[in-house]
Nanobody, 117 residues
Framework: QVRLVESGGGLVQLGGSLRLSCAAF????????MGWYRQSPGNQRELVAS???????NYADAVKGRFTISRDNAKPTVYLQMNSVKPEDAAVYYC???????????WGQGTQVTISS
């Protein structure tokens, strides 16, 4: 069964750090671009970061220099290290996979990130 399972969300203090993980099941991980998206109330879902099978990385301007995306093809898992979090980082974070050949996408169920002051 194809699944993307996020974990690591929760409550984090303003300026603190959090690491999200997304474990992939049932896909050929090495042929998928993996991404993290987020959605906060009243806003559209937006790309946070993505990493291609060859390791090319793209970040949203809002998180550049603070967040780091990485992938471990052996696990297979994609990570999002979140540092120096800001109030605007509070959202539900979703893991996404896109096959580089078919462009078929899949989504995880989302994990909530809450920022405390």
């Amino acid at each position: 069964q194809v699944r993307l399972v996020e974990s690591g969300g929760g409550l984090v203090q303003l300026g603190g750090s959090l690491r999200l993980s997304c474990a992939a099941f049932g896909i050929v991980f090495e042929t998928n671009t993996m991404g993290w998206y987020r959605q906060s109330p009243g806003n559209q879902r937006e790309l946070v970061a993505s990493i291609t099978p060859s390791g090319d990385i793209n970040y949203a301007d809002a998180v550049k220099g603070r967040f780091t995306i990485s992938r471990d093809n052996a696990k297979p898992t994609v990570y999002l290290q979140m540092n120096s979090v800001k109030p605007e980082d509070a959202a539900v974070y979703y893991c996404n996979s896109e096959c580089q050949y078919t462009k078929h996408q899949r989504w995880g169920q989302g994990t909530q990130v809450t920022i405390s002051s």
